[in-house]
Structure formats: structure tokens, C-alpha cells
């Protein structure tokens, strides 16, 4: 395992009481470390770690930030931490992070949606060209000394076709536009979807998924993972498609049955071009075997959908960007893990802006045995009021209202009841 400790700058814009150590746990641009430095904070960057020593690493240098691509973060590595206080991911999704463990420890995760749509885009549409026109059979073969154009020279062809895209998010769209250039028809599901969202897009909205399987030519997967997408693609989605038709999948390697997927391969002819897989390496090298890879009419690439120069770039600008409003004002921007809608109630204190106000409507809740699931506190123009929003667990008693709207730097009360 090899380690680079980078040197720390001189701080600039940061306090020294504000660096902060940042434990990059794979390949990341040297722009993002760059800037981190820039601002005084001390970043160690390790790409060889791997799920099985990154709690050591963890443990050994303690960090208040750490950042992955893909290196999977199990909860012994978050048990490990002991002032860690953020988890990136220099990404889009985040499967390889255990986030209940993060939430359990009240560690915020976030990561770079939108980023590496491009991207990802790009290589969907480069492994789609594949299956229409066999291409990597084709260098293969030549670079064996074979020439072959009778076996070749005929393919299916994509204009005219039919392209259905699961999933209309900005990889989606940028999928969807590169399919209208090729003079393909492009129609799209997700959940919800309407007319008017997919003709923004300039696709059309299919409604019922297994009638876009079974319109489709061409197939494109570009949905997060999670509980409702697990097995999305499975038997009977596979079933519906046309005999050859191809479905390419550069999401994630649990929205489709990978066994189904072998089967349909097997039995209907069906082609494949894949970035992601089921039970993917959890570092950036290792021994790999899955069956569908060997398979004919199936083209593999190594989860590398986001890996341009383009999107790294981005990627950490967007990275750094999240460090350092963590760091520097307390906010997390596109925290995937706070928790929405819970409370029973909202209560509403308009008050002066005085020292200790707060102290004392929190200190009756309390005594109320009402937990606080949010709070937020808003200063007006002049520093004269304030209004504080406070989410409680429970509906408080009139009681309790009455006896906050007492205190004398309040100026006012609302309830609201969820």
C-alpha cells in the first residue's frame, strides 16, 4: 500500500484553528487537493486504501473529513473515526458508503450529483456503438491477425431505432440528447413521470416500464441505488424485450438481476454493455470473475463512467466546495442523510435578539420531555429580532406554550401541528 502525505500550505483564508486534517481514500484530482491546501487544511491522500485498511488509516490519522470515489466505507472504518465529522462522495451515488453507520454517529455524507453526467453519458453511448457494431470483437480479432468483414460487415444500426431511457436525471437527459442526434425515437420512464417533464428533456414519457421494454431497440440504465431499485431490471422486464435488443447499464450493479440478465443473454440473444456490476471489487484493483463479462454479445467496462479528466475536474471543485462550507459555516450542501419531515410539531418563537433567549425556550421544552428534531435560528436586518423555527417530537401542551410566550424577550408564539 503506498501513501502521500501532502504538505500543509500556509493558511490563507483560514484560521489555524479551523484546519482541518482531510483523508482522501482514493485517486482525486490534484486541483481539489490544491485548493484544500490553499486554506490552510492538511490533506493526506492515499488511493491505495482499500475497505480493509482504510479503518486503520481511519484510526492512525483521525480525520475531520474524508473522501472516497470508490472505495467502499463498511461501519468498522466509521467506528474507527473519533473527530471525523463529514464523509464525501467524490461522486454521484453513495452505495459504497454504509450511511446508516454515518447517521448513527451523526456524521453527515454528501456527494457531487450532476457532476459527471457528461460523462457518463459519453460511455453509455460508447458501449451502446459497441453492441451495434461489435466493435471490441472486432479489434480483438484484428490484433489476432484475423480479418473477418463477412462476419462484420452487417449490424442492426441505431437511426430510426428506438431508445428508452430508465431513469430521466441529467444523465438521463444527456443520454436522451445524444440519442436525438443519432435520429433515434427516445422515450423515457421514472418514477412519476410526466409528458411535460420528458418533452423538456426532448424525449417522449413512457408510463409503464415494461412497455418501454418492450418498444425498445436500445436500452440505457441511469437510476440511483437504492431499496426500490434493487433488482429493477430483473425476469420479467428481461423477458419483455425484443430477441437482440440491448440494454446497457452504467448506474449502479444492483438495478439489475445479474442471473436474469445471464439467462436472457443466453436464451434470447439479448446484448449487454456494462460499466457496473453485482458485487463489484470494493478498491480500484483486484480479481475479478463474473460470468456475464465472458459471455458473447457482452461488452464490459471497469466502473469508469465517470472517469474523464472533465468530471474529475468538476467533481472536485464540487468536493472542495462541500469541504469548505462544512468547514467554514457549518453547512453541508447536498447532505443526502439529514433527516425530513419528522416532528410532530413546529414551534415558531419570533424574539429579541438577546443572549440566552434560546437557552430558555430550549430549557422548557426540555423540561417538557419534548426532544428537538431541528432548529433554526434567523437574525433580521439590524440584529434587533430574531425568529427561531424548533421541530419537537411531540405536540406541546398550552401549558408549555404559554410559559415560553412569557419569557420576556419573546415576542410571539405560533404552533404548528403536523
Known amino acids: 500500500m503506498t501513501s502521500a502525505t501532502a504538505t500543509q500550505a500556509s493558511p ?191 424525449c417522449h414519457a413512457c408510463e409503464n416500464l415494461k412497455n418501454l421494454a418492450r418498444m425498445s431497440d436500445v436500452i440505457c440504465v441511469s437510476v440511483a441505488a437504492n431499496s426500490d431499485t434493487e433488482h429493477l431490471i430483473g425476469h420479467e422486464f428481461l423477458e419483455a ?47 475479478f470473475h463474473p460470468e456475464v463479462v465472458t459471455l458473447p454479445g457482452v461488452y464490459g467496462t471497469h466502473h469508469v463512467g465517470a472517469s474523464t479528466d472533465q468530471a474529475q475536474e468538476a467533481i472536485a471543485a464540487e468536493t472542495v466546495r462541500i469541504v469548505r462550507d462544512h468547514l467554514e459555516r457549518g453547512h453541508v450542501p447536498n447532505c443526502i442523510n439529514l433527516s425530513t419531515g419528522s416532528g410532530a410539531a413546529t414551534v415558531t418563537a419570533r424574539h429579541l435578539n438577546r443572549p440566552g433567549v434560546l437557552a430558555g425556550i430550549c430549557e422548557v421544552l426540555s423540561r417538557g420531555a419534548l426532544n428537538i428534531e431541528d432548529m433554526e435560528n434567523v437574525i433580521f436586518t439590524g440584529g434587533e429580532a430574531a425568529s427561531v423555527r424548533i421541530r419537537v417530537s411531540e405536540v406541546p401542551g398550552r401549558d408549555l406554550i404559554q410559559e415560553i410566550e412569557s419569557q420576556s424577550n419573546v415576542l410571539s408564539i405560533d404552533l404548528t401541528v403536523h
Not at 465529522?85 to 448513527?104: C, E, F, K
Not at 444523465?171 to 436522451?176: F, P
Not at 448506474?251 to 440473444?269: F, H, N
Open 12 to 202: 490563507r483564508n483560514t484560521n489555524d484553528e479551523q484546519a482541518a486534517l482531510v483523508l482522501v481514500a482514493d485517486k482525486f484530482d490534484p486541483s481539489g487537493i490544491e485548493a484544500l491546501e490553499s486554506r490552510g487544511h492538511r490533506v493526506v491522500c492515499d488511493p491505495g486504501l482499500s475497505p480493509e485498511t482504510l479503518p486503520e488509516a481511519i484510526l492512525r490519522h483521525d480525520p475531520h473529513v474524508l473522501i472516497v470515489r470508490s472505495t467502499k466505507v463498511h461501519a468498522d472504518a466509521i467506528e474507527k473515526s473519533g473527530r471525523l465529522a463529514l464523509i464525501v462522495r467524490a461522486g454521484a451515488g453513495t452505495d459504497n458508503i454504509d450511511v446508516a453507520a454515518a447517521s448513527s454517529r451523526g456524521i453527515p455524507v454528501a456527494n457531487c450529483p450532476g457532476k459527471n453526467s457528461l460523462a457518463v453519458a459519453e460511455l453509455a453511448w460508447g458501449l451502446i456503438l459497441a453492441c451495434d457494431r461489435r466493435i471490441p470483437d472486432q479489434v480483438a480479432d484484428l490484433r489476432e491477425g484475423t480479418w473477418n468483414k463477412k462476419e462484420y460487415g452487417k449490424a442492426p444500426g441505431l437511426a430510426g431505432r428506438t431508445l428508452g431511457i430508465v431513469g430521466l436525471g441529467r444523465i438521463g437527459e444527456a443520454i436522451a440528447d445524444r440519442g436525438n442526434a443519432f435520429g433515434m425515437r427516445v422515450f423515457a420512464w421514472s418514477r412519476n413521470i410526466s409528458e411535460a417533464r420528458a418533452e423538456a428533456a426532448g
Open 241 to 287: 424485450m425484443k430477441p437482440g435488443a440491448t440494454i446497457v447499464n452504467t448506474s449502479r450493479g444492483s438495478v439489475i438481476d445479474q442471473a436474469a440478465l445471464v439467462e436472457a443473454i443466453k436464451t434470447r440473444g439479448i446484448r449487454a454493455g456494462l460499466d457496473v456490476y453485482e458485487n463489484e471489487p470494493g478498491s480500484a484493483t483486484g480479481e
